[in-house]
């Protein structure tokens, strides 16, 4: 005869071993069609590691914050970001006083140099040496930091040894560190553009200064100072004395309108989501660039390949019969067209 408790032990294991083998079960079918599923849609099983994470430029005001022990990178953080004081008219040492008006670097080179689509410095050094063809040589990012010095700050080169150019360069070495190769393409120049087949229209360009730039740049284009005294210009002036000089890059309507384009209304444009169309970028940087601004000597010796001049470049001599008018305010398609036929030379700008 069987002990009821013996049978009872027995019952409870058997119903022991009948759920473990239907777990068991349960996990071989799971697993089947597990396997089934993943063979149909193996997308849904990966795991996107660039999204684990998500690179951006540095910050200098946080590395600043976050007490940044790397005095050379926050000097030429400086030196960009408070021009006018630190190597421009107001600087105290005269030996320093570089700039010859009151912009800054950033007023231009917008959010500290990082800016996609205003001549961000995000990835630069990789970028240089590269040809000039203004000056027809290879030219390094000290020959370009100084192109700019003498002509958007309308000044004097710094010395390529100087304290103050190594600290500029070395703030850009910093932002250019660690850069993601599939992310540097964003950063270089300004927007994209399609040349218009119009004459800029003056009338036009007026309408369009008075509805999207006179609240911050003024009526009379003189900008606005910074509130803090040091910082210059907090909306620069757009032409007259203390604006670019009319060698600088920024004098030519394609490449201003190109910034216009990424960068303006400021707040309310990027490269990536402007707000203004191609031709109104166009008609606006041609009545900005109608007015007068400080004169750079000896243009003429700019490009000696007269070639690779830009065909928007508003001064001369060219290697073309269409006239100053055109070269200033186009149409540009019409000089694009006869570079390409008789030099094969294909002009974006």
């Not at 996107?48 to 007490?67: F, T």
């Not at 000089?245 to 490269?271: D, E, Y």
């Not at 007015?291 to 750079?296: E, N, S, T, V």
């Not at 830009?310 to 100053?324: C, E, T």
């Amino acid at each position: 005869m069987v002990n009821n408790s013996n049978a009872g032990e027995l019952s409870s294991l058997a119903r022991r071993l009948y759920y473990l083998f239907a777990a068991f079960l349960a996990l071989i079918v799971i697993a089947f069609f597990t396997t089934l599923f993943y063979q149909s849609n193996p997308q849904l099983f990966k795991i996107d590691n660039a999204n684990q994470y998500v690179w951006s430029p540095k910050s200098i005001e946080k590395a600043l914050a976050d007490g940044w022990p790397n005095s050379e990178v926050a000097y030429g953080y400086y030196l960009i970001s408070e021009s006018a004081t630190a190597m421009g008219p107001k600087a105290k040492d005269p030996k320093l006083r570089y700039g010859g008006n009151h912009l800054t670097c950033t007023n231009c080179h917008l959010d500290s140099g990082t800016r996609p689509g205003a001549a961000s410095w995000v990835g630069v050094t990789a970028r240089f040496p590269q040809f000039d063809g203004r000056s027809n040589s290879q030219n390094t990012l000290e020959g370009r930091i100084n192109g700019c010095m003498e002509r958007s700050m309308d000044g004097k080169k710094l010395p390529d040894d100087s304290k103050e150019m190594r600290a500029i360069v070395t703030y850009m070495q910093w932002l250019s560190d660690d850069v993601p190769a599939s992310r540097s393409k964003e950063f270089e120049g300004f927007a994209k553009l399609k040349i218009p087949d119009v004459a800029v229209d003056l009338v036009k360009g007026q309408q369009l200064y008075a509805k999207e730039c006179m609240i911050c740049h003024g009526g009379d284009g003189q900008g606005q100072l910074h509130a803090e005294p040091s910082k210059g210009y907090q909306y620069p002036p757009l032409w007259g004395a203390d604006s670019y000089n009319n060698g600088a890059g920024m004098h030519r309507v394609l490449t201003a309108a190109q910034f216009i384009k990424g960068n303006m209304p400021f707040g309310n444009a990027t490269a990536a989501n402007p707000k203004l169309t191609d031709e109104e970028a166009f008609h606006l940087a041609g009545y900005i660039n109608s007015f007068d601004r400080p004169a750079l000597s000896d243009l003429h010796q700019d490009y000696p390949d007269k070639k690779l001049k830009p065909v928007s470049s508003p001064y001369g001599p060219w290697l073309d019969d269409f006239p100053a008018e055109q070269h200033k305010f186009g149409p540009f398609p019409p000089i694009v067209a006869y570079y390409r036929t008789h030099y094969n030379i294909k002009k974006t700008k």
